[in-house]
C-alpha cells in the first residue's frame, strides 16, 4: 500500500484546502466542490442549481465568458463546473507556472458570476436540450426512473439535478443570482489539489485569490430525507429503440454509515470485480443476455441507494430481471466465501493505490476523503478498515438492505409488450 | 510555460527472435506497472461477412484457454487490486493490465497465455453472440451512434473503415466459430504483437521476464502485410443524406477524408482541427469532461444560439481516416441552419488565416494535453504502444513538436486541402415525435 502525505489548511473565510505536493509531475490538478447542489433547489425552481452551475464560467463583473475561456486555454488549462444533487463540483487542470492565475480565474467564476440575461438564455437553451437528450436515452431513463421511485420523485436525490423541462422554461437571471447570494457559501468550499507546488506557497496563493470572498452564513443542517418508499415498478415505453436497459434498486447506507464497508465489499463481489462480479458471471457470461450489468453502490452524505443496470435485448427482459433476482437472493442469504473476502479486500486495497497514480484521480480521492470526513490518515487506515469486514458483516447488511422485496424495477426501451414484474413478486425456479 | 514532457524518452526495446517487439518504460516515481499487448489487428483486417470479428475475438480472449480458465484473467488482476480490460479499434486490438510493482509476472503470463492458447469453445462462442448482439443493440439507441455509423458507411466505399469496429449485425448473427477461430490464429502470434510496459520495474528484470514468458510461443507462419491493399479512391463530390427516426433532438455530422496520421500534412491539421474545435489530446482516452470553448465552432455554433453542443474528432489511423464533426442542435433552431453554420466555418477557415492569438492558444493546448493525457503509467504504456503501432514511438512526441512550428498559412493552405465540399461526406438525424 502506498501513502501520501495530506495535509488541511483553512483559508481565513472557512475554505478547507487538501494539499498533496508530488513533485515528480510537473502540472497541478484540483478537485473542488461547494455544498451548493441541487438538493437546494427551490420548490418550483428545479434545475436552478444546475444553471447556476453552467454559468459560472459564462460572465463575471470583469470578463466575459469569451475572455475567461480565452485565458484557461492560453495556458493550456482547463476548469470546468458541474451540478449534482449535493454539490457543485469543480475540476482543473493546469501546469504549475500557471497556479495562481488558474485560481484567479476559478475565484472570479466563484464571487463574481454576472448572469447576464443573453448568457442566462445560452445557457437555459443549451439545459433544455440536455434535458431533451436524457429524455431519448433508455439508460438515462431507466435510472433517473429508478431514483424516483426509490427515493420520492420530487425529494432530494430522486429528482434529476438537471431539474425538469418545465421548470428551466421559467428560471430567470434573478433565479440564478438569489440562489448563488444564498447558497455560495465558503465554508462549505473544499480545494483538494495535487502537483508541483510548495504547499506553503499554494495556501498563501489561494488566499489572495479565495480568502476575501465573503459569503452570508448558512446553516449547514441536514436536509429532511423522505422516508423510504415502497417497491414500484416503471415502465418508459421506447418502442423506436432496439435495446432495454434495466434498472434495479433500493436504499441503501450514507458514507457515513458503519454499515458502509461491508456492503461496499458485499457489492463488489456481487456487481463489480473483474467485470462485473457474480452479475456478469451469471446474466452476462453464462446467460448471455447483456453486454453491461453492474451494480453500484451509491453512498452520499445524508442517505446511499444501490442500483443495479443491465442492457438486454427486448426479448430477455423477464429473463434479465429474473437472473438478477436470483442473485440478489443468493447473495442476501448466503454468506460470502473466504476467498471472495480475501479477494474483495485486496480488490479494494489495491484499488487505492492504484488511484494515487494519476494526478486527476488523486485529486478526486483527496477530495472525497475531505468530503466524507474519512480523515487525513484515512489511506493509512484502510487496510485496517477492510480487515474488520467478515462474512457475517457482509451478510448481516445484505440482509438489512438487500432483500428481493425491497427492490424497485425501472425499465425504458420497447416495453409495451413486456410481462414485467417486480422483483420481490418473482419466483425463482 | 516550460513543458518538457516527451513520452518516448527512456523507452528501451528488446526484440525477441520469434517476432515480438517489446518496449520498457521504467518509471521509478510509480507504485504501479502498466502491460500492454497491441495486436495488429482491427476492422481494417475484416471483410464483409466477418465484420466484427476482431472485436468478437476480443472478447473470446476473457473465455479462457490454456493456463486459464473462463473469467480467470478478471479474477486474477482483481484479486491483487489490478485493472485489465481490451479495446478494438479500426487498427488495432489491445489487452492491458495494471497491476502493483510487484505483479508484473503476473500479467505478462496472462497476456502469453492469450497469445496463443485461447479456446474458442461452441458453446462461449455462442453465448458471446448474444452478448455482442446487445453491445451493438445498446450502441443503436443513441442517435449520435447511428449517425456516425452512416457517415462512415457513406464516405468509405472500397475500405474496410466503412463498417463499425462492431459489426453489422447480420455478420454477428451469422458468423461462425470457425470464422472467428481463423482470425484468431491469423492475427494472434507473436511477430504480429507489440508490448509495452511501463511503470516502476527493474529493466533488467523486466526483460527477463518477457522473455520468460514470450520467447517460446511460436511465431506465426507469416507476418500480416501492413498494408491490407484497399485504397481508398479520392472523392469527388459531396455525399450526404437525411435520416428521420422518432426522437427528441435533432443532429447533424460531417466528415472529411484526411490522409494516415503518418502524413506530413498531420501536424498542420491539429492546429487546424485545434482552431476549429479546440483540443483534448490525440487519443481522447482522458479527455474527462472539459468542454474547450476558445475555438471558432464554438463561438459560432454553441455561443451563436445554434446548437447545444459541437464535438470534433481526429483520426489517429494507419490509412487516410475521417475527420469527424457532430452537433446536436438547439431545439426550435432548423436543421439546415446548423449544418449551413458548421460548414461556413469551415470554409472560412480556407480564407481567413488564424489569428496569432488562436495560434497561441492552439499550441498552448496541443502542448499541454500531450501530458495531461499521459498522466499515470496506464495512459503513457497505451500511447506508447498505439504510436508504435501507428509506426512509431516517438510519433506523438514528433507531431506535437512539429504542430507548434505551423503557420498561419499552412493552417489555411490544409482547411482548402481538406474541408471542400467535394472531400466532404454529411449526414442530418431528423427526430419525429
Redesign the interface.
Known amino acids: 500500500m502506498?501513502f501520501i502525505e495530506l495535509d488541511r489548511d483553512r483559508l481565513s473565510n472557512g475554505i478547507t484546502i487538501i494539499a498533496n505536493s508530488n513533485k515528480?509531475?510537473?502540472?497541478v490538478a484540483f478537485a473542488g466542490s461547494i455544498k451548493s447542489g441541487a438538493m437546494l433547489d427551490p420548490s418550483g425552481g428545479f434545475g436552478t442549481a444546475e444553471l447556476v452551475s453552467r454559468l459560472l464560467?459564462r460572465g463575471t463583473k470583469s470578463r466575459t465568458?469569451?475572455e475567461i475561456?480565452?485565458k484557461?486555454?492560453?495556458?493550456?488549462?482547463?476548469l470546468?463546473f458541474?451540478n449534482y444533487d449535493e454539490s457543485v463540483s469543480f475540476?482543473g487542470?493546469?501546469?504549475s507556472?500557471?497556479v495562481e492565475q488558474i485560481l484567479r480565474i476559478l475565484s472570479d467564476c466563484l464571487c463574481n458570476p454576472s448572469f447576464k440575461e443573453d448568457e442566462v438564455?445560452?445557457a437555459k437553451?443549451?439545459l433544455?436540450?440536455?434535458l431533451?437528450?436524457e429524455?431519448?436515452?433508455?439508460?438515462s431513463m431507466a435510472y433517473r426512473s429508478l431514483l424516483s421511485l426509490i427515493y420520492g420523485k420530487y425529494e432530494i436525490y430522486g429528482r434529476d439535478p438537471l431539474g425538469s423541462l418545465e421548470s428551466a422554461l421559467r428560471l430567470t437571471s434573478d433565479d440564478a443570482t438569489r440562489f448563488h447570494e444564498t447558497h455560495y457559501n465558503s465554508e462549505t468550499m473544499i480545494i483538494a489539489a495535487t502537483g508541483r507546488f510548495e504547499r506553503s506557497e499554494l495556501v498563501s496563493k489561494m488566499e489572495s485569490a479565495l480568502g476575501s470572498w465573503h459569503t452570508k452564513k448558512r446553516a449547514d443542517k441536514k436536509p429532511d430525507i423522505a422516508d423510504s418508499t415502497s417497491p414500484s415498478l416503471q415502465s418508459v415505453p421506447m418502442?423506436?429503440?432496439?435495446?432495454v436497459?434495466i434498472g434495479i434498486g433500493a436504499r441503501a447506507v450514507p458514507r457515513s454509515d458503519e454499515e458502509f464497508y461491508s456492503l461496499n465489499l458485499g457489492n463488489l463481489i456481487f456487481g463489480r470485480?473483474?467485470?462485473y462480479g457474480r452479475l456478469g458471471?451469471s446474466v452476462?457470461?453464462?446467460?448471455?443476455?447483456?453486454?453491461?450489468c453492474f451494480s453500484a453502490l451509491q453512498s452520499k452524505l445524508f442517505a446511499g441507494h444501490i442500483a443495479i443496470m443491465a442492457?438486454?435485448?427486448p426479448k430477455n427482459v423477464e429473463r434479465g430481471v429474473e437472473g438478477i433476482t436470483e442473485e440478489i437472493r443468493k447473495i442476501s442469504s448466503e454468506p460470502l466465501s473466504e476467498q471472495e473476502l480475501?479477494?474483495g479486500r485486496?480488490?479494494?486495497?489495491?484499488?487505492?493505490?492504484?488511484a494515487?497514480?494519476?494526478?486527476?484521480?488523486r485529486a478526486s480521492l483527496i477530495h472525497d476523503i475531505e468530503y466524507f470526513s474519512l480523515g487525513l490518515d484515512y489511506i493509512e487506515r484502510y487496510a485496517q478498515i477492510l480487515d474488520l469486514i467478515t462474512s457475517e458483516s457482509v451478510l448481516k447488511a445484505f440482509e438489512k438492505y438487500f432483500k428481493p422485496e425491497m427492490f424497485s424495477l425501472a425499465a425504458a426501451?420497447p416495453v409495451a409488450s413486456r410481462n414485467l414484474e417486480l422483483p420481490g413478486a418473482i419466483t425463482v425456479k | 510555460m516550460s513543458s518538457t514532457f516527451q513520452l518516448a524518452s527512456g523507452i528501451e526495446e528488446l526484440q525477441l527472435e520469434n517476432g515480438l517487439k517489446v518496449l520498457l518504460k521504467p518509471v521509478s516515481s510509480s507504485n504501479a506497472i502498466s502491460t500492454f499487448v497491441f495486436y495488429r489487428v482491427g476492422s481494417r483486417n475484416e471483410r464483409p461477412g466477418i465484420t466484427g470479428s476482431s472485436h468478437w475475438c476480443e472478447h473470446m480472449m476473457f473465455k479462457g484457454g490454456g493456463k486459464l480458465g473462463k473469467g480467470d484473467v478478471h479474477t486474477l488482476v482483481s484479486t491483487e487490486g489490478g485493472r485489465n480490460n481490451a479495446f478494438t479499434d479500426q487498427d488495432l486490438t489491445a489487452y492491458f493490465e495494471t497491476l502493483p510493482k510487484e505483479k508484473l509476472e503476473l500479467a505478462l503470463f496472462i497476456e502469453s497465455e492469450r497469445m496463443t492458447n485461447s479456446s474458442f469453445r461452441p458453446e462461449e462462442v455462442a453465448s458471446e453472440r448474444q452478448v455482442i448482439i446487445s453491445e451493438r443493440e445498446g450502441s443503436e439507441n443513441y442517435p449520435s451512434y447511428l449517425l456516425r455509423e452512416e457517415v462512415f458507411s457513406m464516405a468509405f466505399r472500397v475500405h474496410p473503415y466503412r463498417w463499425p469496429v462492431v459489426g453489422w449485425k447480420s455478420d454477428l448473427q451469422n458468423m461462425t466459430r470457425g470464422d472467428l477461430y481463423e482470425h484468431y490464429r491469423k492475427y494472434y502470434h507473436p511477430n504480429n504483437a507489440l508490448l509495452v510496459v511501463c511503470g516502476n520495474f527493474d529493466l533488467r528484470e523486466g526483460a527477463d521476464l518477457a522473455r520468460k514468458y514470450f520467447s517460446d510461443i511460436k511465431p506465426g507462419n507469416e507476418t500480416p502485410p501492413r498494408e491490407i491493399g484497399l485504397i481508398e479512391p479520392e472523392q469527388n463530390g459531396e455525399r450526404n443524406s437525411k435520416l428521420v427516426r422518432p426522437g427528441t433532438l435533432n443532429y447533424v455530422a460531417a466528415g472529411f477524408h484526411l490522409p494516415s496520421i503518418l502524413h506530413e500534412d498531420m501536424p498542420a491539421l491539429i492546429v487546424m482541427t485545434t482552431v476549429l474545435g479546440g483540443w483534448r489530446g490525440l487519443i481522447g482516452f482522458s479527455a474527462d469532461r472539459y468542454v474547450p470553448r476558445s475555438n471558432r465552432l464554438y463561438r459560432k455554433l454553441v455561443s451563436g444560439k445554434i446548437v447545444s453542443d459541437v464535438n470534433v474528432y481526429f483520426p489517429v489511423n494507419i490509412d487516410p481516416g475521417l475527420l469527424y464533426f457532430d452537433l446536436t442542435v438547439l431545439p426550435g433552431v432548423a436543421l439546415e441552419k446548423a449544418k449551413i453554420a458548421l460548414l461556413s466555418e469551415l470554409d472560412a477557415l480556407g480564407d481567413t488565416l488564424p489569428t496569432e492569438k488562436e495560434m497561441q492558444v492552439a499550441f498552448n493546448q496541443i502542448k499541454s494535453w500531450h501530458a495531461y493525457e499521459n498522466d499515470g503509467v496506464g495512459l503513457q504504456a497505451q500511447s506508447i504502444g498505439l504510436m508504435e503501432i501507428m509506426g512509431r514511438r516517438s510519433l506523438a512526441d514528433d507531431l506535437i513538436s512539429r504542430a507548434l512550428t505551423v503557420t498561419p498559412e499552412r493552417v489555411s493552405a490544409v482547411a482548402r486541402k481538406y474541408l471542400p465540399e467535394k472531400n466532404r461526406t454529411s449526414s442530418t438525424y431528423e427526430s419525429r415525435a
Open positions: 502506498s515528480n509531475v510537473e502540472s464560467t465568458g469569451e475561456s480565452q484557461i486555454e492560453e495556458m493550456g488549462a482547463t470546468q458541474s475540476t487542470r493546469c501546469h507556472d500557471y438564455e445560452k437553451g443549451e433544455i436540450s440536455d431533451e437528450a429524455r431519448d436515452e433508455t439508460r418502442e423506436h429503440k432496439s435495446q436497459d470485480i473483474g467485470l458471471k452476462r457470461d453464462e446467460k448471455g443476455l447483456a453486454y453491461y442492457g438486454v435485448n480475501l479477494t485486496k480488490n479494494l486495497r489495491g484499488s487505492l493505490s492504484l494515487l497514480e494519476s494526478s486527476v484521480e426501451g
